[in-house]
């Protein structure tokens, strides 16, 4: 037992050795010790010491594709990739000193489907390997997806395994070789951005919609007008922009039109957003007939006919713009004082005999017969589902917002649900930690498969109260990151104790500040200060 005891305590002093120095160790940028690719695929197997250089023409092969790329998705979204992988660096090395065996010469990617439309469910898998050094052969990665949109992604990934080595000064993909099979856990993965309470430029949301995809996010949801502004164009009624907060703080119909392509052209569908009968009083400021009255401004005035018209209007202009298959209609929120103290409208409601709430009811039902009209299927916030869940059209997902269990509720009521519970994905909320973030579990009590299949995924929502161009990315990142791999990541690869992947997301922070990205250190709240001198990696 004496040389048992003895080697056990020898081996005991090792291994508090070697943990004592692994954690006393500085932080470290690279692959090393584990993956830390943001958010994490379905299964990544890797090599241990062998790595390969990036070629100075690596360059993209489609040979074997049935996408043509006709709109030059594919090449473009190429193109980025190697912004991105040369970005943090100058890459000054001759490479030409290299054995062409050590180096990555390419990417081959071979997409299946020759459609390059970007709808809700589009298949956003893929496989991607890059070999390791095989001497006689020039190695190239290899991606392969269904469709343009799981290249994209599986573009991002590779991106990832890049980093920039110090010693021979060029990027290298170290631990080769890779193998990496990837998918969405969920098909709707969202961002709200709110450009009511303030305005966001163009170019701020072009940046943003970059950022998303990074983080594999696939929806920007934009809530475009409400109480306080009305900043787009519409055709159909042109005065509705007169209720934009000034001239400049507005958006063409060309703007709206770019931004959608600028964002599918990265694989995020735009869900536009109208949000009535509340929160519209600025439709009024061009078109006061939609008030009840001049002192009583919302909601929406549900006796005039012209109401409907406007709404009819917008969402044909709409149609013509959003492709996305849903439109949202909003319908929270809904304070109907001012129904009930307006003459007119109290003499309508009881020639009708309606109750304000049958009023309520009557107006979002009839914006959703509306909206169908267009070609759209619905999203409406989680109250129309609270107070008259069984008259929604079938073709509803509710969104909920107030708190949890709530998609529990609606699966189980047979319709679709998009998950936002404010307590842990709101981003306006500062004091909400990125922990919190990671921990909302949107299947949480819902155990029939069939059910769970109703939940189409979540939402991180970037509400505009406080803030606009200055500060939008340091209040969305890096907590929408871990929203992103809660949505991404299947259930059994995500962390159980979010601690567990603090240094994961905090190289993939890092990594978005190298792209020129805002994101806020990791600890501490939301967009809050770095707490002192130290490396980004440890922030
Ligand atoms: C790079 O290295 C190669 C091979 O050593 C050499 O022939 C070439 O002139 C070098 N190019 C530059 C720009 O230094
Ligand atoms: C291309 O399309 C053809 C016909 O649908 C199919 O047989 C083939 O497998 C596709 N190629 C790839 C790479 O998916
Ligand atoms: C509802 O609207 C009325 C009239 O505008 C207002 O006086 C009241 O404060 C509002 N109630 C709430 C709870 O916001």
């Avoid at 990074?214 to 005065?239: C, G, R």
């Avoid at 973030?437 to 069939?450: H, T």
Wanted: aromatic residues 12%; glycine residues 6%; charged residues 20%.
């Amino acid at each position: 037992m004496a040389p048992h005891s003895h080697s056990s305590a020898i081996l005991l002093l090792l291994l508090f050795f070697y943990f004592s120095v692994s954690f006393a160790a500085p932080p470290s940028n690279e692959i090393a010790g584990g993956v830390r690719i943001w958010p994490l695929p379905v299964s990544v197997t890797h090599g241990g010491h062998h790595r390969l250089y990036v070629a100075k023409d690596f360059h993209l092969i489609t040979q074997g594709s049935n996408f043509s790329d006709a709109s030059r998705i594919l090449e473009d979204g190429f193109s980025r990739l190697l912004d991105l992988v040369r970005v943090a660096h100058v890459v000054d090395a001759n490479l030409s000193r290299f054995a062409s065996s050590s180096l990555l010469h390419g990417i081959h990617i071979v997409v299946s489907s020759p459609s390059d439309e970007l709808q809700y469910g589009v298949d956003e898998s893929y496989r991607l390997s890059v070999p390791g050094p095989a001497p006689g052969k020039p190695a190239y990665a290899y991606l392969q997806a269904r469709t343009v949109y799981g290249a994209l992604h599986g573009l991002q990934t590779f991106s990832q395994l890049c980093s920039f080595n110090f010693e021979s000064r060029v990027i290298e993909v170290r631990m080769v070789p890779w193998n990496i099979i990837d998918q969405p856990r969920f098909s709707y993965r969202g961002l709200l951005i709110d450009t009511s309470r303030h305005y966001q430029p163009l170019a701020v949301i072009k940046k943003v919609i970059d950022s998303m995809a990074y983080a594999k996010l696939n929806v920007l949801h934009w809530h475009i007008v409400d109480t306080q502004s009305f900043p787009l164009e519409m055709p159909s009624f042109p005065n509705l922009w007169f209720g934009a907060y000034s001239k400049q703080e507005r958006y063409t119909i060309a703007d709206a039109t770019e931004i959608v392509r600028y964002a599918q052209r990265r694989g995020v569908s735009v869900l536009a957003e109208v949000d009535v009968p509340g929160h519209a009083l600025s439709w009024g400021v061009g078109y006061p007939a939609l008030w009840p009255s001049k002192d009583c401004q919302q909601p929406l005035d549900v006796s005039n006919e012209f109401t409907f018209q406007v709404i009819d209007g917008i969402l044909s202009d709409f149609s013509k713009i959003f492709k996305y298959r849903f439109v949202h209609l909003g319908g929270d929120e809904v304070n109907t004082t001012c129904w009930t103290v307006t003459p007119h409208i109290k003499n309508w409601l009881r020639k009708k005999g309606m109750k304000e709430s049958d009023a309520y009811k009557y107006f979002v039902l009839r914006a959703q017969k509306i909206a169908l009209s267009h070609g759209y299927e619905l999203v409406n916030w989680e109250e129309t589902f609270n107070d008259f869940g069984s008259e929604l059209s079938r073709k509803t997902v509710v969104h909920n917002w107030l708190g949890t269990g709530v998609a529990q509720k609606v699966v189980a009521a047979g319709l679709r649900c998009i998950v936002s519970n404010q307590d842990s994905w709101y981003l306006d909320h500062i004091d909400t930690s990125w922990e919190k973030f990671y921990a909302n579990e949107p299947l949480q009590n819902i155990k029939n498969p069939r059910q769970q299949k109703l939940v189409i995924g979540g939402e991180v929502c970037m509400w505009g109260e406080v803030v606009d161009a200055s500060n939008i990315e340091q209040t969305i990142w890096p907590r929408a990151a871990a929203a992103a791999e809660r949505l991404w990541t299947q259930y059994d690869n995500l962390a159980k104790d979010p601690r567990q992947v603090f240094a994961r997301l905090a190289h993939f922070r890092c990594l978005l500040n190298q792209r020129g990205i805002d994101a806020a250190p990791v600890s501490g709240l939301g967009r809050s200060d770095p707490w002192g001198p130290g490396s980004c990696f440890v922030q």
